[in-house]
Structures are given as C-alpha cells and as structure tokens.
C-alpha cells in the first residue's frame, strides 16, 4: 500500500516537473477575479500584429471599440480589415443564463468570447484583457494559452461606494474610477450624494441646495465645494451604463442632514431653533417628521432625480446613524404626533417618516434601498429599527450586526446586500500603522486577506441564502480627500471583494489569488492608479503565502 503510494506521489512529482518545463502551469493567466469554470488545454495561439476582428451588428459596436484600445494599449497589435478572423465577438440570444454570462474559448481557430448580451460580451474581453496582460510578447505577435472559460456571476450586485459628500470627486475622477471597476466586473456604484459635510446635487428649485450646502469653505478646492449638475450625472450614467453599471443615487435622510438643515433651516420644525448650524462640523441633526415642507422638498428632489435617471433605476435613501433620541424625542411637536399615533417610542416615527417619503420615491419610478438598522446598534439586538416596506432593499454595514440583518431579512423576504464594516468598509486602514494620520479616528484594520476570506454565508444553503443579492464595498469620505485617496483604500481590497461577489465560494482560494495579484497590480501601476502594496504578503518571497496577514 505504501509502496503504491510512494509510487503515485513519484508519477504526481514527476509529472509537476513536467508541467513546469513545458511551461503549462506557469501559463495559467492571472485571473480575478476567478472564473466560475475554466478549462486550459494543452497548446498555443499566436495572434499576429494585425488582428482580423469580426463583431455582429450594432450591439457590440461599443465591445469592438474596447478591444481594439485593448490590443493597442497593451500589446501594440492594431486591428486589420478584411483578411482572416482571429477574434470573433458573438450574441447568442437564446442563452437562457444571466445577461452577465460568458463563454470564453482559445484554440486553433482564433478567441471566440460570446454572450447573452453585450454585457457578458464585455465581460469576456475584461477576461481576456488579463489573459493580454499574463501572455508573451514576441516580434511577431502574442502568445495565449489555449483556454476554455465558461463563466456567470455568484451575485447579482456587486457594488463599489464612493462618497462624495464628504469630499467632492470630480466627474472624470469617477468616470476613470468606473472603468477599472468594470474590470473587475463589479456593476454597482453607489454614490453617497448628501452628508452632514456637503450636499452634492443641484436642484433648479432650491439653489441654496449647492450654494450653501456644498461650500464647506470659502476656497476653490473642488473637493470642499463641488456639485454634479444634472447633465453631470446623465454623462456618469451613459458612460456607466455602457460598462454595465448601475449608478445608485443616495439621498441620506433623516439624519446625515447638517448640510441641507443649513440650507434649509425650516425644515428643522421646532428642533435648535437657536442654533447656527455649521457645515462640516455639524452632526447628529435630523430632518423634522412633523413639517409638511420637509415631504415636499424631499419630493421635489426625488422628481428631479427622475428627470436624469431612468424609470425603475434605484434610489437610497439612507436611514442610517438617525440620532432619534436627541432630536426628534426631545421636540414637542414630535412628541405630540406620537401621541396623535397612539406612539410610545420615538423610533416609530421612522415608520411614519419613511412611508411618506417612500411613497414619494415609489410615485417618480423608483426602487427604494435603506440602510439596515436594527432596535440595538450592538448586540443583542432582535429586530429591525422599524418595520421595512417589503419592496426596500436594504444594506447591512455595522460591524457584528450583518448575521442578525441576514436572519431577519431572511424572514420578512427583503433583498439583502452585505456592506458589512468587518470585510467591505474600505474607508478603514489595510494595515497596522498605515495612514497613522488617518488611522487615529478609531477605526479598525481591515486587511486585504480579511476582505478576501469573508464568507457570511458559510453553513447556510443557498435557499436559505436566495435573498442576498449581492455585496457592497464602501469608501466612506471623511478621509478621502482626492481620488487617489480613493484608489488607495479601493485596491487591493476591491480586487478581494470582487471575487467575492463574483467566484463560488468552493473556487476562491487565497494563495491563487496572492500569486495574480502582482499582474494585475502592475497593471493598476501602469495606469498610474495609486493602490496599496500589499508587502506583508511577500516579504518572505511567497513562501509563506497562506500565513500572510
Ligand atoms: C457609518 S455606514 C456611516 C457613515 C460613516 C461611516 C464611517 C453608514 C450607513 N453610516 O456615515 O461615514 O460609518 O466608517
């Protein structure tokens, strides 16, 4: 027995050398993240310096275009007219499976990547974008590994935020930030519009919206000062739109609000009558529940919103951190609403608050998201802040509470997407000493590996699960001040994250992933995108990958 054994293990060295000579295993591209099935075959194609390219029809006119600034951006090939097709890009309408899907095949007759729709189309050239990036170039040409990937996401949402309420990120910054997104098939941007630190969206009704709510100063820094005029956002959702991804506006009502109660200070109600509000150092405030103008601006807003985004697109609405007890528990005329409600705690008034403005949303297209609060910010807590309309979707975030938000949810049948602080707050410093300028706020470490083995779900099958729909990384903007602050906190992690939300769980595996990830950083460099060197993972030269922090 022993004897065989030996016997096997010397045919499975053997052969591991082998492999290696031949230069099979060292072929594997740097894939993340990691396709849901892949099969490499023995062999390889050269594309040559000119590539016949062969795309059907209009559709994939805006995949064509990526290719081509694909191949010459990163192999000098250029695309050629008329002579033998080495690429083919291909709908297959019939495909039953998600529209994200892709099938992905090299061989002897050239790369065929095809789709459901475009969308899975683009998703097969990301893929092959880092097959590009792992391959050899030679005089006459690029040499791919034969390969075979067949690939759809594990979620539905796989979202990124970004928070320009507290610092201001200028169109082009998010526009850039949105492609490389898409490369890593993320289809999600959330973006966090108004905070107590800045109000970041011009409505024609109230001007004072954006000259007194996003001027945190009287400079010209952009970051302090800066808005998105609504063709600015029509412009971020075309250019998003065409790399398959939502923009999510956020609307954070009723706390998170110091920048539109300075604006607007009748719509405090009867709460710090006596009080000068201060952008940028004003919190903890909260809209009045009791002030028919409050409903009526907030409807204005949303109707605004309706006139750039499409009919059925998402909206948030926040409903996170409401200091309830110190602003509307304390007001007289909350307190007689209640008693008109028949209320005893103020937190119901949250049910009477977001109703309204729900129906408001719902009444201009769209589909509302909250953030998921429960009766405890800590453990033990054993229910919801307050009973969700079914048709919310909600976000869980704070720390310990994600497992409790999964149960509840899963009870009541809400659409559940996990922020949870423990692995996706990106806001949050990767490493011990790093940032010590920003590390002070008291915000714990999240490292990349803590991001890449989160799994909230283990142990729970996949009915059980079928409400979450997916994952959300979130870039909190008190400390990031310029988009390449952004970028700094986003990557690596979001690599981590993406495959979360994209490969299986029984397909993730931490060291594969550490070993791509030098090829696709190098990229993220050569594009002059500011990530986070991951040392700590190869200070002992890979040897001891799967001890890394
Ligand atoms: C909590 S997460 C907040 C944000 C802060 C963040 C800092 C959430 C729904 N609210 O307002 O920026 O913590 O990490």
Redesign the pocket.
Same mark, same amino acid.
């Given at each position: 027995m022993a004897k065989a054994l030996n016997l096997k293990g010397y045919v499975v060295i053997a052969l591991t050398f082998w492999l290696l000579w031949s230069g099979q295993l060292s072929a594997q591209p740097a894939l993340i993240p990691y396709p849901n099935s892949l099969r490499a075959t023995q062999g390889y194609l050269t594309l040559p310096k000119r590539v016949g390219v062969e795309a059907q029809g209009t559709k994939l006119q805006f995949a064509k275009n990526t290719l081509q600034t694909m191949l010459s951006d990163l192999c000098r090939l250029e695309l050629s007219e008329g002579g033998r097709t080495d690429i083919r890009l291909k709908l297959t309408t019939s495909w039953q499976a998600s529209t994200e899907a892709y099938k992905l095949t090299i061989n002897q007759s050239g790369i065929l990547i095809e789709g459901g729709a475009p969308q899975g189309v683009y998703y097969g050239l990301m893929t092959l974008r880092q097959i590009l990036l792992s391959a050899q170039q030679h005089s006459h040409g690029i040499k791919l590994p034969y390969i075979q990937i067949e690939d759809a996401p594990r979620y539905r949402v796989r979202a990124l935020m970004l928070?320009p309420a507290?610092h201001f990120l200028p169109v082009d910054a998010v526009k850039q930030y949105i492609e490389r997104m898409s490369y890593y098939k993320f289809n999600t941007l959330q973006l966090h519009l108004t905070?107590d630190q800045g109000w970041r969206l011009a409505v024609d009704k109230y001007p004072r919206l954006t000259e007194v709510g996003a001027k945190r100063s009287n400079s010209k820094r952009v970051e302090e000062n800066g808005y998105y005029s609504a063709e600015d956002l029509r412009e971020l959702i075309t250019y998003a739109e065409q790399r398959g991804i939502e923009i999510i506006p956020e609307i954070d009502v009723p706390g998170?609000t110091a920048a539109l109660l300075t604006a607007y200070p009748e719509l405090r109600g009867d709460m710090h009558p006596d009080s000068t509000f201060v952008l940028g150092s004003t919190d903890n405030v909260m809209l009045s529940a009791t002030t028919p103008r409050v409903y009526e601006v907030l409807d204005d807003v949303f109707s605004s919103l309706a006139r750039i985004f499409r009919k059925g697109s998402r909206l948030h609405l926040?409903g $996170?951190?409401s200091a309830i007890k110190r602003n509307w528990a304390t007001s007289a005329e909350h307190r007689q609403l209640m008693q008109q409600l028949g209320y005893r705690s103020a937190e119901q008034l949250m049910g009477y608050f977001f109703e309204r403005v729900l129906a408001s949303a719902r009444k201009h297209g769209f589909r509302p998201m909250l953030?998921c609060e429960l009766d405890e910010i800590r453990m033990p807590a054993s229910r919801f802040l307050f009973d969700y309309p079914s048709d919310v979707a909600l976000v869980s975030?704070r720390m310990d509470l994600t497992p409790k938000c999964i149960e509840l949810t899963q009870q009541s049948g809400h659409e559940l997407i996990l922020a949870p602080?423990e692995s996706a707050?990106f $806001?949050?410093p990767q490493y011990a000493g790093d940032l010590p300028e920003h590390n002070n706020w008291g915000?714990p470490i999240t490292t990349l590996k803590q991001a890449y083995t989160w799994d909230l779900t283990s142990g729970v099958t996949a009915e059980a699960n079928a409400h979450i729909s997916g994952v959300m990384g979130?870039l909190?903007?008190?400390a990031i001040k310029d988009i390449d602050r952004a970028y700094y906190m986003t990557y690596p992690r979001a690599l981590a994250l993406a495959e979360v939300g994209w490969t299986e769980l029984p397909r993730r595996q931490w060291t594969r992933f550490a070993k791509a990830l030098p090829t696709v950083l190098d990229d993220l460099l050569r594009s002059g995108i500011p990530y986070r060197a991951p040392f700590e993972l190869y200070r002992t030269e890979g040897r001891h990958l799967d001890k890394a922090m």
């Open positions: 928070d507290r905070d998170h926040g $996170d951190e953030w975030w602080g707050y $806001d949050y915000m979130t909190w903007g008190e």
